[in-house]
């Protein structure tokens, strides 16, 4: 997809996140497709449908990026976020996926399920895209008058340490073959995302929802099809074939003045769809009086999202105005949404940026985040339900341990309460 000049190839970007984004949204509230919602399913009743939903996204984007990438169609090296990056962020996927899993749980939804209630009617979701927004924004841009982020102050100097050097990429096929990785990266997604797919496909019920596969296989080629638009749109600047992010690196050169030009470069870069940091984004453009220089593509997924689920909502009749039923109920999903962004950030993705967009590039650091996010949100479940039965008898150090042992990451010898 070549285009004469860079503000033609900038608007078919921003156009196609925005369509896909669009597309998704319909489908994510039709098929009630919730990662939070698969947790929960699964650990507190048992039924993997929603799981395996969320599995058949990863599967479908872990296969259709590792192909596209053999072909010359994907760059997933270049990404922004840079999901490959070679020092793996060890505690801040670990520490931050934990935030995060806990305060999707506690705000009753991840980013994009903020975003998909928003569209139905949810009033208490726009509460919770405000907090996210304004942390997430201030963790990556400067306070004003300040060089200080939120990020600088309060986390780099001693989480950044704990971080791995992994040499020039962490995904997988880099570590495993680095003069070949290319290959590598086929051969091992090819490898996880057939063995995702049987998996998902082995259970009579979950073939059975026609919701649960069309949520997952959408979702997934959602995420497939941003990276291959965001990768092939290309600008014919003098006869030299540029990517918008190579253009805007040679600016001065090329183009005759400012006008069109964005407010970063990173923005341009390949990627797809996560939804913490575009929150972030979104805050910084509407705060700015929507300046043009400031709409990214996270900025209109962001809005394709809410517009898809508002589109769906009426036409099927469900959308509703939703508050907030008590104090608890606010306090909750504040500090839910604060843990989010937190979390969100220093863990540089969600349950779609990381555990779907992320793990598509087969990175180490994605895994890591998919994993204590999953934690995060089951032990979350298991305190909250515990609580709730025993009230004031259980502790929170018993309510913890048993909440371990339920999930199988403590011996039942140290179970503190009964289970029930």
Known sequence: MQFESFVEAQSALLWGAFVIALVMGIVVNKTNFCTMGAVSDFVNMGDTGRLRAWLLAIAVAVIGVSVLEYLGLVDANSAFPPYRGGVILVAENVFGGLMFGIGMTLASGCGNKCLIRIGGGNLKSIFVFAIIGVIAYFMINPFPGSDKTLMSVLFFDWIRPMSVDAGDHQDLGSLLSADNALLARLIIGL?????????????????????????????????????????????????????????????????????????????????????????????????????????????VAVAGVILGSLLWSLFSRSFRIEWFSSASDVIHHVIGAVLMGFGGVLAMGCTIGQAITGISTLAIGSMLTFGAIFLGSALTMKVQYYKMVYEDEATFFKVLITGLVDLKLLPGSLRKLEAI
């Open 191 to 299: 490898l996880i995302g057939t063995g995702l797919l049987v998996f998902v496909m082995k259970s009579a019920d979950f073939r059975a929802n026609r919701d649960n596969i069309l949520g997952g296989l959408v979702v997934g080629l959602a995420v497939l099809a941003a990276w291959y638009v965001s990768s092939n749109i290309t600008i014919d600047a003098d006869g030299e074939t540029l990517k918008l992010g190579e253009y805007y690196e040679q600016w001065d050169m090329l183009a005759d003045s400012d006008e069109g030009k964005p407010a970063a470069g990173r923005p341009l870069s390949p990627q797809s769809f996560t939804f913490i940091n575009p929150l972030g984004q979104s805050v910084g453009y509407l705060a700015s009086g929507m300046q043009s220089s400031l709409l990214t593509f996270g900025v």
